[in-house]
């Protein structure tokens, strides 16, 4: 059991940092949306959309990628005997992170991976996102350092850590029940966007097979954009960094030889220009990502391991997309939305209140 | 043998925040970590290499990971 994993190396997470980049980057290529190769949050809004919970009609559509990302984890913990059926940490707490984790990333229009793919892109509004991401996360050190924990989890059984693959499972196989009509917005109880980024997309088993693989590799090399910036900070580690910064210039790069990169600020792809908001926005989202253990990606992969708390928070996002498309909280390539404001408000005070009260008190 | 810290259930970062802060207070001698998943293991045992303290130990009992770190 204890047995080399080169993907938790150096050069092991450097390398799925760069395949990551590269096929993201493809991604875009070959139907995905401007700079959203991978985009957990935008993903995770579009599949709350294909299912009708929100009802923007361009942003509707069943990722296949989220499903492979949870899937190729749960294969992947399998064979390396790393599946761990766990919950009972705070999920409540964990849901409600996710929310407004989500809220946060559609103020900017990004969760963190699709940060990097932007600035790969040359889009300069995300360098105020990232700027946000790593406040957010530097705020959430604050708080382990003081003590912040969610409690632990304990073992359950197998069958509640299976929850959410077989929940993408059945996703998938809606898909296939339900596929995409040319010209149509809806497919039985799907919906599909016909306009929009939603509309945009590379075909379902590209897409599929390139979750799997990424799925597979995070899991093995336990890839976070989140903890990336908060190991850099709270240990000085630059483990999970390195990873992050490959996959940034692996994206470039491929930007680059494909010509996809148009640097500038104005009229990037699925973005505003609204700066302070592009901070405060991937500020809550990365305080709350940070106190929620796992960037987006993160949380799939640990819900495909059997972390049912990661799970919670995963629904928890999606939950958070529909509010943010129903309540006009989600910003546009205008501007933030009417109420986008008062939801990075409130989302900060939450995640304040939770950092400032739930402490260890004892071991 | 000295202090024992039960990690157990909790997730990354806490296992090595508590290692390291059980470190920071020894300074030197011999430490438990207990820990339930692969990742916290790593983590743990990353951490504790760049404190200059050494894993002198790992047992692996069903899920879960006995760390015996020190420093002399």
Known sequence: ?363 | MGKTIDARGFSCPQPVLMTLDEISAIGRGEILVLVDAEAARENVVRAVASQGWQVTDIQSDDDDYRITISKE
């Open chain 1, 1 to 363: 059991m204890l047995s080399k994993n080169y993907f938790v190396t150096r050069w092991g997470i450097i390398g799925v940092g760069v395949l990551i980049g590269v096929f993201a980057a493809f991604l875009q290529k070959w139907g995905n949306p401007g700079n959203m190769g991978i985009c957990v949050a935008c993903f995770e809004r579009d599949i709350a959309g294909a299912l009708g919970l929100h009802r923007a009609a361009v942003v509707q559509y069943i990722r296949p990628e989220i499903i492979g990302f949870v899937l190729g984890s749960f294969i992947s913990a399998y064979l390396f005997r790393e599946f761990r059926s766990r919950s009972g940490s705070s999920p409540i707490v964990r849901y409600m992170l996710g929310v407004f984790a989500m809220i946060g990333a559609l103020v900017f229009l990004g969760c963190p991976w699709r940060a990097l793919l932007r600035l790969a892109g040359g889009d300069g509004n995300a360098i105020l996102g990232m700027l946000g991401l790593i406040t957010g996360i530097w705020i959430g050190t604050f708080f382990m350092k003081a003590g912040y924990d969610l409690g632990r989890s304990r073992k359950t059984h197998t069958s509640a850590g299976w929850v959410l693959s077989l929940t993408m499972l059945g996703l998938l196989i809606l898909m296939l029940i339900f596929p995409q009509i040319q010209g149509q917005d809806k497919s039985g109880i799907l919906f599909y966007s016909i306009k929009g980024p939603g509309a945009m997309h590379a075909q379902l088993i590209i897409s599929l097979g390139i979750g799997l693989g990424v799925g597979f590799l995070a899991q093995r090399s336990r890839f976070c954009t989140m903890g990336a910036f908060r190991d850099l900070i709270l240990f000085k580690q630059a483990h999970l960094f390195s990873g992050v910064m490959a996959l940034l210039i692996a994206a470039f790069v491929t930007n680059l030889i494909v010509g996809r990169f148009h640097p500038g600020f104005e009229n990037q792809p699925v973005a505003h220009t609204m700066g302070f908001w592009n901070f405060a926005g991937m500020l809550v989202a990365g305080l709350a990502f940070a106190l929620a253990g796992g960037c987006p990606g993160r949380q799939l992969f640990m819900a495909g391991e059997g972390d049912g708390d990661a799970a919670v928070f995963c629904l928890g996002m999606i939950t958070g997309a529909a509010f943010a498309h129903n309540f006009g909280l989600a910003s546009s390539p205008n501007g933030i939305g009417p109420h986008g404001i008062a939801a990075v408000i409130i989302g900060f005070l939450f995640c304040l209140f939770i950092g400032f009260t739930m402490r260890r008190k004892a071991l």
